[in-house]
């Protein structure tokens, strides 16, 4: 009942063969995606085991200082620490001690491993154990890393989702069948998300992670998952390991990829294709008047993707698929051809894909193609912008409700703005 | 290990990044993992730079350690000659490589570059941001400067000075700058170099014709004016100019290094500060309350003038940078505070509250605090926030810096006549001190009754009629009366506080 769609094209076929570069690198660490895991999860606390640098991006990255405490901290190592690792231990203890204290409401701590907690190997996952031991049961504490040796930006939340999988409750063999949404949305496109669910028929629904880690969703041989995020191939494989099968589809942005992600889903739990298309239908509707309002601005016009946060491809299938946008390359730190290979087949053929960076030369392939908007970092949009380079900020993509029926006007919004704004200017 | 929410400075290699950014024709070269790339934002997207910092980032990771890091390193110094040509380059580890030991020095000096190469050793584990900006502006000062360059004799010329301290993500610096040069021309004192900002390798070179220096950001240049003094004999004028008096004091050390006469140009009056501060609708200002806290030049030098300019009563001085913690500890004997010197701004903030100012200087984190106390607040110093880099001409230094300061932190306040207007009818449905100083609009206003008030431990019961009078003082010294009231009533054995209570402790408390 879950047999895969006939593919237009080999996976990756008819695209130009994938530049693949290895050079300096434009990108955030893993830790950064703290910055929406903390408010996602609203009980659970993120200790970054770090350096003053570790500290400085997270209170930089995002402006995230307007909360007032967030659910998130840094234990900055000293040189004292660095002189041995029992030190190092015995300090982590105390400075979790301290947090608990101050912050009695947490229920799930998560030690977080970072670039200089990697190379001298602290042992989170020991000490995550320990401390778990001593805290239990009114906290339990996991531990993942967000370094940026081992991870690229949203990489950060699949290695976060990935240490909640062995925490799921084990669900019994005959288990009536259970479907998982996994990535973190927004809270109002998983509510939008739950409410299609349930009109479409399909009864289990959970969503990792859950807003409260307490509540996580069970799991076992008849669970079915859904990813709503492209970059959580860590997260993918432990639930395989606990016995859930993926649904393959285009991930859910635009008219054709959320309808493809709905009836992929619908279908693996048998639910009547006629049915299916009668709820959809309105939703459908709505969506394509959205997005036909930035159509006439997005038509025919070219985009450059730098490599940020791996939702580059099926990004680029909407903007190509839906909005008429020409593709000059799309930019991915890494491509999971496996997770991918639906979006790829997707897209319309020849696209130049990239995967890795090497940043200088990338600059000079934007310089030389002269995209009309090029989808880039926080660090390298403003200087382009003065090389008279429409930029797009790649982190709005993941801070933005961008997912969905209700929510594909608003992202072929985001990317017409600063095609809009340019127009309107006079100075 | 420290456990921080927020920081007040970024590691030293930030610093570093500071300076080689503010320059023309340096490149540094930072051996770092990809995520330190995040520190690019800081200047294109806080000051909205225009061009990419000057910095390259080996970016190794996870699967390069095991194998050869160096050579990603030195591969790297190779791309950078002859990508950027640079007219010097700086090398360096961030923390994660400092701990890999790869020695950048090393590994750059075999190569036998064609450029410069500065190494910086700046420890992660040790030091912070300004620390790691003055180092590396004093390494390339000592390598660069050309030790043959001295000053012409004096009869042929205007006397020359070297600007030193102004940096790339500065607060304020782009305008200190300029409004300093000004100032300097109308003294009849000629600029020899502007440094880091602005300089290129040629004229730091040309840094030891000067005849002295001035260093207008201690954080950032002492150790700089320190070298060159010792190297060339240069003093240095270390009064930083902001505010009236400070500005008067450094035109005369000026001019007394300058061998000119300063009093033509102070008889001018060049602020209307002194006058606006005189003139009668100021005087609702007097002993205004306010809580001073930043690095430690930009408190002290905001402290002289709260105290002496505007007539505030300050409550707090602090600084987040110890290295200047002693000039902190002077200045608050001066005021008869304790000085508060930690980069925890747990700390800060539990301060803040327990002094209920009535005004906060500080950073972005006490901009925050006092937001949330329902607190006006003025920045007076880094760490900056895009909101401190304004497109119009706003220096805190000089004669006009003073103008400046009287606008940026009076306006904050709830106004004189508004004031008492609040005291007189407290009940008025829409003009209350719930909504807040009215010239600041929604989103002003005061805080919940508890934000800013000491539990109440103590036995004491208030009586209605107590604290319904109590609810009619001003929010702002609203937890301050609570407070004492409630002391005078401990130390008295009073059980319950009534009417009488609070007015005498009000008479037992005034000053």
Redesign the interface.
């Known amino acids: 009942m879950n047999a895969p769609l006939p593919l237009a094209k080999e996976p990756g076929g008819d695209c130009a063969p994938v530049l693949k570069e290895r050079g300096q690198r434009e990108v955030f660490c893993g830790l950064t995606g703290i910055i929406w895991l903390h408010r996602k999860m609203q009980d659970a606390f993120f200790l970054v085991v770090g350096s003053r640098t570790c500290a400085h991006l997270m209170q930089s990255a995002a402006g995230v200082m307007i909360f007032a405490e967030p659910r998130f901290a840094t234990a900055i190592m000293e040189e004292r620490d660095l002189a041995g690792l029992a030190d190092a231990n015995d300090e982590l203890d105390r400075i979790v001690e301290q947090l608990l204290a101050r912050r009695p409401d947490i229920k799930t701590l998560f030690l977080v491993g970072s670039c200089p907690s990697e190379v001298i190997k602290l042992d989170l996952a020991k000490a995550a154990q320990r401390l778990g031991g001593k805290h239990a049961p009114q906290v339990r504490v996991l531990n993942y890393s967000g370094s940026g040796i081992e991870t690229t930006f949203t990489q950060g939340e699949d290695a976060c989702l990935a240490s909640l999988v062995p925490e799921m409750p084990a669900l019994p063999e005959d288990a009536p069948a259970n479907l998982l949404i996994v990535g973190s949305l927004p809270d109002i496109v998983e509510d939008q998300f739950l409410r299609l669910f349930d009109q479409l028929g399909i009864a289990n629904v959970g969503s990792l992670p859950e807003r409260a880690v307490s509540q996580l969703p069970g799991i076992g041989n008849n669970t079915r998952y859904l990813l709503a995020q492209p970059f959580l191939g860590d997260t993918a494989q432990a639930l395989e390991g606990r016995g859930a099968q993926r649904i393959e589809a285009l991930f859910p942005f635009g008219v054709e990829g959320t309808t493809d992600w709905l009836q992929a889903a619908a279908e693996a739990f048998g639910i009547d294709s006629a049915h299916v298309a009668s709820i959809l239908s309105p939703f459908q509707e709505r969506a394509r008047k959205a997005i036909a309002h930035q159509r006439e601005r997005l038509e025919g016009r070219s985009i450059f993707f730098m490599p940020d946060s791996q939702l580059e491809v099926p990004l680029a299938r909407f903007l190509a698929n839906e909005l008429g946008m020409v593709l000059t390359e799309v930019g991915t730190p890494y491509l999971h051809h496996n997770h991918l290979a639906r979006e790829l087949a997707a897209m319309p053929a020849g696209v130049q894909l990239s995967e890795g960076q090497d940043v200088d030369k990338q600059l000079d392939r934007v310089r030389e193609t002269k995209p009309d908007l090029t989808v880039c970092g926080l660090g390298l949009a403003n200087p382009l912008e003065t090389e008279g380079l429409p930029t797009k900020w790649a982190i709005e993509l993941v801070f933005s409700p961008i997912h969905g029926f209700d929510q594909a006007g608003d992202l072929a919004e985001l990317f017409a703005r600063p095609l809009r704004r340019r127009d309107v200017l006079r100075v | 290990?420290?456990?921080?929410?927020?920081?007040y400075?970024?590691?030293p290699?930030?610093g570093a990044m500071r300076v080689a950014t503010a320059m023309e024709g340096v490149h540094y070269l930072l051996h770092s993992?990809?995520?330190?790339?995040?520190?690019?934002?800081?200047f294109?997207?806080?000051e909205?730079?225009?061009?990419?910092p000057p910095v390259?980032?080996?970016?190794?990771?996870?699967r390069d350690?095991g194998k050869d890091t160096s050579q990603l390193f030195q591969d790297?110094a190779t791309?950078i000659v002859e990508?950027f040509q640079p007219d010097a380059m700086l090398v360096g580890a961030?923390?994660?490589a400092e701990?890999?030991q790869d020695d950048p020095a090393g590994l750059t000096e075999k190569m036998g570059l064609p450029v410069p190469v500065i190494p910086l050793e700046l420890?992660?584990?040790?030091r912070?941001e300004h620390w790691g900006a003055a180092e590396t502006f004093y390494q390339i000062v000592r390598t660069l400067a050309d030790k043959n360059r001295t000053t012409a004799p004096i009869d042929s010329r205007r006397p020359l000075a070297n600007i030193l301290g102004p940096t790339a993500l500065g607060f304020r610096h782009r305008d200190d700058v300029i409004e300093i040069e000004k100032l300097l021309g109308q003294l009849g004192v000629d600029v020899n170099v502007i440094a880091p900002l602005g300089a290129t390798a040629a004229d730091i070179a040309r840094l030891g014709e000067a005849d002295f220096n001035i260093v207008l950001y201690p954080e950032t240049g002492d150790l700089a004016a320190d070298y060159l003094k010792r190297q060339f004999g240069q003093p240095a004028v270390r009064t930083v100019p902001i505010g009236v008096g400070a500005t008067q004091d450094f035109v005369r050390e000026v001019a007394e290094l300058a061998g000119v006469d300063p009093e033509p140009l102070l008889a001018d009056g060049l602020s209307h500060m002194p006058w606006w501060s005189r003139s009668i609708d100021s005087n609702y200002l007097t002993g205004k309350r306010v809580f001073i806290f930043g690095d430690g030049t930009h408190a002290v030098a905001a402290a002289r003038v709260a105290s002496e300019e505007l007539g505030f009563k300050i409550v707090g001085l602090g600084c987040y940078n110890r290295e200047y913690a002693r000039e902190v500890r002077k200045a608050a004997k001066q005021y008869d505070v304790e000085p508060l010197i930690t980069d925890d701004h747990l700390a800060v903030e539990k301060a803040i509250t327990e002094a209920q100012p009535e005004l906060v200087l500080g950073t972005?984190?006490e901009r925050?605090i006092a937001k949330?106390l329902g607190i006006g607040c003025a920045v007076v110093s880094a760490p900056v926030?895009?909101q401190d880099f304004p497109a119009r001409y706003s220096p805190h230094m000089g004669f006009e810096g003073a103008n400046v300061l009287f606008d940026e932190w009076v306006h904050p306040l709830v106004m004189g006549l508004e004031e008492h207007l609040l005291t007189m009818f407290r009940d008025d449905f829409e003009f209350n001190d719930h909504s807040g100083p009215s010239h600041l609009g929604p989103g002003h206003n005061a805080p919940a009754e508890n934000a800013a008030q000491p539990a109440n431990d103590t036995e004491a019961v208030w009586s209605e009629d107590a604290e319904k009078e109590l609810k009619k003082i001003p929010f702002f010294v609203r937890g301050k009366a609570r407070r004492n009231t409630e002391t005078f009533a401990a130390e008295r054995g009073v059980a319950t506080i009534e009417l009488e209570t609070l007015y005498e402790a009000k008479a037992h408390y005034a000053r």
């Open positions: 290990m420290q456990l921080a929410v927020w920081t400075e970024g590691p290699h930030v993992p990809q995520g330190d790339t995040y520190a690019d934002l800081l294109t997207m806080i909205r730079r225009g061009k990419r390259t980032y080996t970016t190794f990771q996870a350690l790297a791309d990508r961030s923390c994660t701990l890999i420890p992660s584990y040790q912070k972005q984190m925050h949330r926030h895009v």
